[in-house]
């Protein structure tokens, strides 16, 4: 595909996106700047750009991305369980303040991803219809990790949201989903800048 090819598929793409599509991105995005803030606000306005997610994943896409769509279930589910966590109080701040993962805790999420990895792709391959099942599953894992991590105020969520992001932006854009592919760039950018901005403020609270 030649330069003006792509660029003439962009713009096509977007005249065509959805309504579903544009206020999903757009909540996702303040979903991921509420989390680089460390507002209590990232679950909110999460939870309504993933349910919206997960129908475009399932019932708009062609073939579906059933493990995105799935994904985004999870996320619906983990943003309840971190909206809780986040708002938990004692004496001296909150119960769930920024820091790093201890090695049980780092274990425990590397676990998690290649678990749900090889879970997600055996699935993918044997009940679905899939053409992508290898990134499809990694895009995934590795957001299941990230999301029990930021559940918890872990730095590593960052690491694994670009990990994540980096494999969703070709996969979007070969679906089709321009938007979405926008906006996972974004949310490489908003991951690179939430490590940091994590980092410093570890250093400043310590």
Avoid: H
Avoid at 39 to 50: A, D, E, N, Q, S
Avoid at 138 to 162: D, Y
Avoid at 197 to 203: H, L, N, S
Wanted: with cysteine; charged share 15%.
């Amino acid at each position: 595909m030649t330069a003006s090819e792509i660029i003439s598929t962009f713009y096509q793409n977007i005249s065509d996106t959805r309504w579903e599509e544009w206020v999903s991105t757009i909540l996702q995005i303040a979903s991921v700047w509420y989390a680089k803030k460390n507002k209590v606000l990232v679950y909110p306005t999460g939870i309504i750009g993933v349910l919206l997610a997960s129908y475009i994943y399932f019932f708009i896409s062609n073939p579906p991305l059933y493990a995105d769509a799935v994904l985004n279930i999870y996320y619906f589910v983990m943003s309840i369980y971190g909206w809780y966590n986040w708002v938990q109080k004692k004496e001296n701040g909150y119960t769930y303040p920024i820091s790093w993962c201890d090695k049980n805790e780092l274990k425990f999420g590397v676990s998690l991803f290649l678990f749900f990895w090889a879970a997600i792709y055996f699935l993918l391959i044997k009940i679905t219809n899939s053409n992508t099942p290898v990134l499809d599953s990694l895009v995934s894992s590795t957001a299941v990790t990230s999301m029990w991590w930021m559940a918890k105020r872990k730095m590593e969520n960052w690491i694994a949201w670009m990990v994540s992001n980096l494999v969703a932006i070709p996969l979007n854009f070969y679906k089709g989903f321009i938007l979405f592919t926008l906006m996972y760039i974004l949310f490489l950018a908003l991951a690179v800048s939430g490590y940091k901005e994590w980092k410093t403020k570890i250093r400043t609270e310590s």
